[in-house]
């Protein structure tokens, strides 16, 4: 059974950092891009960060890029988000997907196959 488990999430103050963690299990985790949204109450969910199956290229939504790195370490099935400089507007539910869309819907939530549950990031003014 495919699944998807972040961790990482916590209260932090403005300007603080965070890494968020995401363990696959039950899929050929290799095979697919994986990507970071966010979503709070009322919102759509917002892409934040993708890294691609085969190239390892990275994408960002405009509001992380040079705060946000995303990497993948497909030996431990696991992609993290490192997040820095954070601000009170990054405070949400974070989740991981899986994909294995073309490019040109990388940032399309729509498009991903598995979720993960999520988890909270607060950040504090």
């Known amino acids: 059974q495919e699944q998807l488990v972040e961790s990482g999430g916590r209260l932090v103050q403005a300007g603080g950092s965070l890494r968020l963690s995401c363990v696959a299990s039950g899929l050929t985790f290799s095979t697919y891009t994986v990507g970071w949204f966010r979503q709070t109450p009322g919102k759509e969910r917002e892409f934040v960060a993708s890294?691609?199956?085969?190239?390892?290229?990275?994408y960002y939504g405009d509001s992380v890029k040079g705060r946000f790195t995303i990497s993948r370490d497909n030996a431990k099935n696991t992609v993290f988000l490192q997040m820095n400089s954070l601000e009170p507007e990054d405070t949400a539910v974070y989740y991981c997907a899986v994909t294995r869309v073309v490019l040109t819907y990388i940032r399309d939530y729509s498009k991903y196959y598995y979720w993960g549950q999520g988890t909270q990031v607060t950040v504090s003014s």
């Open positions: 890294i691609h199956r085969s190239n390892g290229r990275t």
